[in-house]
Each structure stands twice: as C-alpha cells, then as structure tokens.
C-alpha cells in the first residue's frame, strides 16, 4: 500500500526510521556500526532511520534483536520514558494508555502501525509489550509477502481474521484460511506470503 493509500484508510504509521536513531544514539553506536551489525550499507540504514525507504520484517527484528529492545518499542517512542517526562507541566496525558501499569487500556484511535516493505503493515494490538510478548493485527494487501525467510528466537502463534496466507515453514508449506490458527517456532526458517487477489489480515502473537 502507497503512503497515499494508507492515508485514506486512515493509518498513521509510527516514525520508525527516528525511532531506531533515537535508540542507536542511546546506545552509543554509529550509523556504520550498527549497518556493518546489519549486513547494510551505511547509506541504506540511513534511508530508514529517515523515513526513505520501509524496512523489511527481518530487518526490524534484525535492529531489535541488535539494539536489545522488545518489538514494541518500536512502536511507541514514549515508552521508555517516565510519566513526568511524557506529561508537560500543567497538561493531561494525551493518551490513555498507562505504559508503568499492570492495566492498560489502548483506544482504538491510538493504535500505533508500522508499514513495511512489499505491503504489509503491524498494528500493536496489545497496549504495551511484557514479558517477551508482542500481539499485532498483521494486514497483508495482494500479492505482499515477506522478501526473504526469517528466522529468529521465539515461537509465534497465527489466527487468520480474513482471506488466506502461505506459510512456507523449512521445507513444509501451510495454507492458512480465514478461522484458522497456526503456530511455529520462529527458530525455523519461515516465510508468510499472500498470492491471492484478497488482502489478508490476521492476529499475531510473537512470544519471544
């Protein structure tokens, strides 16, 4: 989906690209530091943390994974902050999401979303990241897919909202409709991808 597009269907794509500089300047590393972690050139991390070009889902796990941060962070700048640095002196909190409590609730219109390369976009369902546990609504326009196979810690269960999705999972391939749930280790090589003329969306637990 065009940026365009996605404006018209109303999603506001969290800033990732400054978020991941924000949390790479924190941890002292320089741009070609943590490309030459990547496999990128310096210059191609740099189109991302500008908002340039869209990273790919194994290279938002990739940072992660190298910034030692959980999935959400990503998703919300505000997170590593205390209450009194995210609320100005005199102001009421802008959202109702409680990131330093046990019970947290997310309004709808505060969902924050990523939107990846080749057509697919994460929206964080669950109001904060805990213990290891991120739950996405994962949507997947025609014919979007991942570039290439993932492959990281965890294990990750699928319960598939609407349309139909291929997981290629090693050597073994799973077509997952619409009712249907799956799980995996992510520590397979796997690969999710939607070859039909439908978009797909589907809740997604990642346990890590």
Aim: hydrophobic share 40%; aromatic share 6%; charged share 20%.
């Amino acid at each position: 989906m065009t940026g365009e597009a996605a404006a018209e269907a109303g999603y506001d794509d969290v800033a990732v690209g400054p978020r991941v500089r924000q949390l790479r300047t924190r941890r002292g590393l320089s741009l070609r530091a943590l490309a030459a972690t990547l496999g990128i050139s310096p210059s191609a991390l740099s189109q991302i943390e500008t908002g340039r070009t869209r990273p790919s889902i194994k290279r938002v796990h990739q940072i992660a994974t190298v910034l030692e941060i959980p999935l959400s962070t990503l998703f919300a700048p505000q997170t590593d902050l205390s209450p009194r640095e995210r609320t100005a002196p005199g102001e009421n909190p802008t959202t109702t999401v409680g990131y330093d409590a046990s019970i947290c609730v997310q309004r709808a219109a505060e969902t924050p979303s990523i939107g990846l390369d080749n057509g697919i976009r994460w929206e964080r369902i669950s109001p904060r990241e805990a213990g290891g546990l991120a739950f996405l609504h994962l949507v997947f326009e025609p014919g979007a897919g991942y570039s290439e196979y993932l492959q990281h810690n965890g294990r990750e269960i699928v319960y598939l909202l609407e349309g139909a999705l291929t997981f290629h999972i090693g050597f073994a391939t799973h077509e997952i409709n619409a009712g249907d749930s799956f799980m995996f280790p992510s520590t397979t090589p796997h690969k999710v991808v939607n070859p039909n003329a439908d978009t797909a969306r589907a809740c997604w637990l990642v346990l890590s």
